[in-house]
């Protein structure tokens, strides 16, 4: 097997080979169990590396762990500029190309590896918008911990602006970086980055305490109420029952439609069942059991309108005290 026309997968295989099995059982360990199984199968079809192929494997895994370190040492820039001088402009290009794609240096970096405190005392009196777009790359309990320390006025806005974006342009994104944080690396690519969206306002909310979210869903219910409606659907789903305790599932299951927790339990997970089940008394389980046995097949579609009427049970019941549903703020903490 000579490097010519090697995939990745195969290049891989020979790292590892080369490597030595304890640095490769070692390097198994953070791997996925997909990784594992497609790069086992890889290296099980390696019959004969030529010694060049090796090496020519060997330098380039060297010269891109270098690459990444420089990194990390001084971003895209600086690692750029090292290996030009090391390796000539072409072949630092390359090295850098390759990394773009599966090492991107993300926006507010800085942001990330700052607490919330700080976060909030650098951007509180930012525009909106770029509010916005720095929480939209914070993990979510960190931007909803920002959330809620903004002022109320403020909040509604903010997680609309989260809801509502879609692409942002790495021009835009530069700029708002430079402001913010010149130390931040460039955009290392022309690619339109993928953020905000009502998945991100979500887990925005969900990390938020219960006071703050109420708040910005009622106001923003006002000003656009199919995106409020949309955001609440979003923000507790059938399968995270599970998190409730047990008197408030039980309370749950009272109120539900006989048809609806059968349809709900139809494509469950193990897990959501053997909740269920377990805050039924036994006779009820054989019941449900032999029906769902009996039932046939069923239209997905009714599957998830039965969850999403279990769903809106459950919210019904939060809204007017007799349940508690957990989420990130402190004031939810069940004792």
């Not at 990784?35 to 090796?54: C, D, M, P, Q």
């Not at 399968?239 to 299951?253: A, F, G, H, K, Y």
């Not at 019941?287 to 069923?298: A, L, S, W």
Request: with cysteine.
């Amino acid at each position: 097997m000579s490097k010519k026309g090697l995939s990745g997968k195969q290049k891989a295989a020979i790292l590892l080979i080369s490597l030595g099995p304890d640095v490769a059982s070692s390097v198994y360990k953070h791997l996925s169990e997909e990784e594992i199984e497609k790069l086992t199968l890889e290296i099980s079809n390696v019959r004969k590396v030529e010694a060049h192929a090796k090496e020519d494997v060997l330098d380039e895994f060297h010269q891109i762990a270098l690459a990444q370190d420089y990194i990390s040492q001084g971003g895209i820039g600086y690692a750029k500029t090292v290996l030009e001088k090391a390796l000539g402009e072409e072949q630092a290009l390359a090295i850098i190309n390759r990394l773009t794609s599966s090492l991107q240096v993300r926006p507010f970096d800085f942001a990330r590896k700052a607490d919330a405190a700080q976060i909030l005392n650098f951007i509180q009196n930012e525009h909106p918008q770029t509010i916005a777009l720095i929480l939209s790359y914070l993990d979510p309990e960190k931007a909803g911990q920002i959330l809620s320390e903004l002022p109320q006025n403020m909040q509604m806005d903010i997680a609309k602006r989260i809801a509502v974006m879609d692409r942002t342009s790495p021009e835009v994104i530069s700029e708002v970086e430079s402001i913010l944080e010149r130390k931040l690396s460039a955009t290392v690519t022309q690619d339109y980055t993928q953020t905000g969206g009502i998945e991100a306002v979500v887990e925005v909310l969900n990390g938020v305490d219960r006071s703050t979210e109420k708040t910005i869903l009622d106001a923003l219910s006002i000003e656009d109420p199919d995106l409020a409606e949309e955001i609440k659907k979003r923000m507790f789903v059938f399968e995270d029952i599970v998190t409730l305790d047990n008197r408030s599932i039980q309370r749950v299951i009272r109120e539900c439609e006989n048809e609806d927790l059968l349809l709900a339990l139809k494509i469950s997970s193990d897990e959501v069942k053997e909740v269920i089940y377990r805050n039924m008394s036994s006779r009820m389980v054989e019941t449900v059991k032999e029906e769902m046995e009996f039932m046939g097949p069923v239209r997905l579609r009714d599957v998830e309108e039965s969850q999403s009427n279990i769903v809106a049970i459950i919210r019904r019941l939060e809204e007017s005290g007799e349940i508690i549903v957990a989420r990130g703020g402190g004031d939810d903490i069940i004792v």
